[in-house]
């Protein structure tokens, strides 16, 4: 059967990725001062906040500056370290902010065959070629014209894989046929 997987960009990830390292750094100087005002007599949250901040910077030096690096674990031990502080709210919020990092990161791709299109939103949806006006790959550009008049367009990931465009175009056309 065949099949196409076109890996797309993630124009959000950047920023994304810099809000978490302010989440991070905002998390790690909150429970060291609240560590401060309790006057040193409970250590644990800061010993949380220390390795989570750990475990964000060390993959940074061990993968390189320009790699994907993930908060979710760092978000998780902020968690317990205000679970411990009793203040379950932030550690609540920092669960949330942990799958939202992990979601942020994931790869974006469209998979293509002879069934439909699935392409990313929320949650991966599947789309049926009876609700599809075009599929075309035009100068790295993915678009999808549904029927109800939606339209999704995004560029390609060129760096993960060449498509054939003309290949994928006729493809998709014989499909719509």
């Known amino acids: 059967m065949q099949q196409y997987q ?3 960009i993630n124009g959000k990830e950047k920023p994304y990725g810099v809000i978490s390292w302010l989440l991070l750094l905002l998390n790690f100087i909150s429970l060291f001062f609240l560590t401060v005002s309790f006057r040193f007599e409970k250590w ?7 390795l989570a901040m750990v475990f964000s910077l060390v993959p940074l030096f061990l993968k ?3 790699k994907k690096i993930t908060h979710s674990w760092s978000f998780g031990l902020f968690s317990i370290a205000w679970f411990i ?3 379950f709210i932030f550690g609540i ?6 799958i939202l990092d992990l979601l942020a990161r994931k790869p974006l791709f469209v998979r293509v065959d002879k069934y439909g299109v699935e392409y990313p939103s929320a949650i991966h949806k599947k789309v049926y070629w009876k609700d599809i006006s075009n599929v075309i790959i035009k100068d790295g550009i993915l678009t999808i014209d549904f029927k109800n008049n939606k339209l999704f367009q995004q560029l390609i990931d060129e760096k993960k894989q060449t498509i054939n465009e003309k290949e994928f175009n006729d493809f998709c056309r014989m499909q719509l046929e």
């Open 85 to 87: 502080s009793h203040y």
């Open 93 to 98: 919020v920092n669960l949330i902010l942990g």
């Open 44 to 50: 644990v949250p800061l010993i949380f906040a220390i």
């Open 6 to 8: 076109i890996f797309l």
């Open 64 to 66: 390189g500056i320009h």
